[in-house]
């Protein structure tokens, strides 16, 4: 197992500084006000392909060799990984493929091929994910990118919070959701080198808590198909990622279904932005944990704004 | 009839700063390759209070001495205006009044009161609405601030394109909404002074067409009651204001009620922000008019993000 560096990090942000937004920070005096904490809010609802997935992605794409990058790159995603990949591969105009579930949003497709990637499906099955996987590099010889467990990925991932301690001085804590781990992992990465003083928490949905359980059992619990409507933050913690959250994370704090709904929503009206469910679960735990954050200066990132316009989670009844 | 002149805008800066955000300015590859443009988006969406109306509210109420500021502010709106001045009283700890048709939305009336402005009720009908203001006025003593109509407000409102250059070089136009025409005077009042060779667009719905037809005939062309999608941009131009559009402005394009929410949803899945239909007019006027702009670097003013969240354009069948 590779452990990505600081230097990987640093190499990494030079490398993708061209195919990256430099993503705002914004405050807002009433999310202060409520909560008793300074919030800044590094918002990569506003990155390139709505995600911060697309920092790992175009660090892995671009640090290929020609010859690798001939072949092409592959993962499996149904969400933000897919169509970030999808768009680092398209500016360096190389292969890309996608391995999806059929049954995946008809968006979430149309998005990879929107940047010219290639979706091949299979069925919502682990099992049958990982055979048309196989089949898929066998035919291709593409490189794998995982989503999160790479440590290209979170080299990438680790340039966000890089920019945010460039953009707002002395952080106490910073705060993000964990759901593989890839952005907390990178966060770790980048602070515990560059600011160590500042405590890293992770936030999840009290429904796919699996890290929570993990980060207190001291060993990786995976569950099987949590249902959230923070739905990127299903996937379990792997090797790489659970070696940056025992290390480096302070807490992991959780946050109901209704209460993440409850802080999307307060974010849409007093913000302005287009955020998905999964950047509201760490503004859920801070609502719920004021104590933990009052008086602080508190980075919180927004980590994706892809969501679906017709049915917002507060419109289903 | 005072004009406002670039050190009332100059001082309007100095004044506000304070109480305003420096808004940043966005870009969107994918809007660029759909108008052949390049597009610089200056968000006053994600403003103090939701709009840039906070800039003129502001320069008004922290230009009063304080004896005017201790009988407070009084304005007519039901829109974002009676909540900025409202937001600017707050900060200054002034008395606001805001009349209002007592038919106006539930919400604007609770951002009024949210930052501790009165509303007074109104009848639906100039007649009440000036009957009620006066009788509010003579109670008072308060400042009157009008909408757009102010020299104070037009300086607070240049502002915007302030720093709009500063954030952007070598622009070839700016383009926003019009509607009584606060935001594009203080666009020309700015830009005619510091950048004259920057072209300034008024975009305006076509079902609202007072301004476009005003700039044709060479008189101001006031509608009764227009109906629009783009609810912040029905009143008509005042002298002050149509003092600016007819000496600055070097076209008004016009956009149909489709054509405009299209241009919002849009800006809302590329662009992860939330903004008004009113914010959507310029967007949907480029693409509407590619030849007109391709080619050239062009401001867009994102004028204000109050929407009703539970039932979006889009969603009404």
Redo the contacts between chains.
């Keep these: 197992m590779y452990i990505p560096s600081l230097a990987d990090m640093l190499v990494a942000h030079e490398r993708i500084k061209p195919h990256i ?1 430099r993503t ?1 920070v ?2 807002s ?1 009433y999310l202060n006000d409520l909560t008793g904490a300074e919030l800044f809010f590094k918002c990569e ?2 990155q ?1 392909a ?1 995600a911060f997935k697309a920092r790992g992605a175009s660090n892995a794409v671009f640090g290929l060799t020609a010859e690798q990058a001939a072949k092409g790159v592959a993962t499996h995603s149904s969400g933000n990984h897919g169509t970030c990949l999808s768009y680092a591969a398209g500016r360096r105009g190389i292969p890309c493929t996608v391995v999806m579930p059929r049954t995946a949003p008809q968006a979430k497709k149309d998005a990879v091929r929107g940047y010219g990637g290639r979706v091949v499906e299979c069925e919502p099955s682990t099992t049958s994910r990982e055979a048309v996987f196989a089949e898929v590099v066998a035919e291709t010889g593409a490189e794998f990118v995982h989503p999160y467990n790479d440590p290209r990925v979170i080299a990438g991932q680790g340039t966000c919070s890089k920019e945010l301690v460039e953009q707002v001085s002395g952080l106490d804590a910073v705060i993000a959701p964990i759901g593989g781990g890839g952005m907390i992992s990178g966060t770790c990465l980048t602070l515990s080198n560059l600011m160590p003083q500042i405590k890293i928490y992770a936030a999840e949905p009290e429904q796919a808590d699996d890290a929570y359980r993990s980060f207190r059992a001291g060993h990786i619990i995976a569950d099987d198909a949590p249902v959230t409507v923070a739905d990127g933050l299903k996937v379990p913690l792997k090797d790489l990622t659970w070696h940056f959250v025992q290390n480096h994370v302070t807490d992991i704090l959780t946050a109901s279904e209704q209460e993440i709904i409850d802080a999307m ?1 307060l974010i ?2 007093r ?5 998905e469910p999964s950047s509201a679960v760490p503004l859920a735990t801070i609502i719920k944990n004021k104590d933990v954050f009052a008086g602080k200066r508190v980075g919180v990132i927004i980590t994706g ?1 892809n969501v679906d ?2 049915m ?1 989670p ?2 289903q009844k």
Tied chains: 1, 2.
């Design positions: 937004h705002p914004l405050t005096q609802n506003l390139k709505g929503l849409w009206k913000m302005k932005i287009v955020m704004g316009l017709d917002l507060w419109q």
